[in-house]
């Protein structure tokens, strides 16, 4: 006959793995692919192709941080893909040999990106146009915008010191110093900064933040532009890897960007999440893109499987926000 106060014991020990995966679930998932895909591939765990994931993964890292600090607002932003776009096209069109210094084109192009991302906060917050229809509208102006400066034609012939972005600093490839930077730049901000308790605030409970005086429109316009700069450093990191700036550049960016803060624990209804979660979540998702091109998996097949990780993110995110 089963003890009648078994459930004491075991209970417990329930909700603290349950609080464990919750909280280290990501890593081992991680750790888990990349013992399979070293099985699977012997020289996958190699020196050479772990610079190669995290060169691949920087650009996606990059966007997914900015798009964080708008989702913990309880907004979204789908217009990245087409800002990465427009950066790299302004950009290029700067980054001629001997035609302007190097920080000309850097901050044309972040400067774009940013005033596109004030455009979507003042429509948002100002406006009240929901965030879904402004950054959606957005995608398709940057976009345009894209290809009516380039003229719907790559611009190619960028400078040595454009170029050297994407290249090696100590055998650590540069885009992922920047990528560090920005994670370590953005969790202060989060972490140790008033206006990062606002943006939980503000995420959590909109009503009760404007209540205790917090600025919201402030803070969410905050969110929009800091997701906006971060895009055009994306795009800049972007323009220096494959040397032109292309109008057509950044398809489908914006989703990746979001799968990967929400399989990193970003919640869609704001407040929660944070940036350590949502550089994991891109590892995961570079991680698995790499393993099924060196496994031979079709383009196809890999689009496939993407939809199912970013369908099953959004499901556990909701599953989540009920349990709450």
Known sequence: MPCPFEWKTTAPRI????AWLKRF????????????????????????????VARQISINAILAVGVTFVLL????????????????VITAMFAHPGAYPLIVPLFLGIAASMACGACNGVVITF??????????GMMTIARGLAYVISGGRPTA???????????????????????????LATWVILARTRIGRHIYAVGGNENA?????INVRRVKMFAYVLCGALSGLAGIVLVARVESGQPDAGLGYELDAIAAAVI???SLSGGVGGVGGTVLGALLIGVISNGLDLLNVPYYYQQIIKGMIIIGAVWLDRRNATRI
């Open 15 to 18: 909700i603290i793995v349950a």
């Open 25 to 52: 679930g990501l890593v081992l998932a991680l750790v888990i692919i990349v013992a399979a895909l070293g099985v699977a591939k012997p020289g996958y765990l190699e020196f050479g192709n772990v610079v190669i």
């Open 73 to 88: 607002t309880g907004g979204v932003d789908l217009s990245l893909g087409s800002l990465v776009a427009l950066t790299a």
């Open 127 to 136: 406006g009240r146009v929901p965030p879904f229809i402004t950054t959606l």
């Open 157 to 183: 012939d960028l400078s040595p010191a454009m170029k050297r972005i994407a290249g090696d600093l100590a055998g650590i490839p540069i885009p992922v110093l920047i990528l560090a930077g920005v994670a």
């Open 209 to 213: 933040a404007h209540a205790a005086g």
């Open 264 to 266: 990193g624990g970003t």
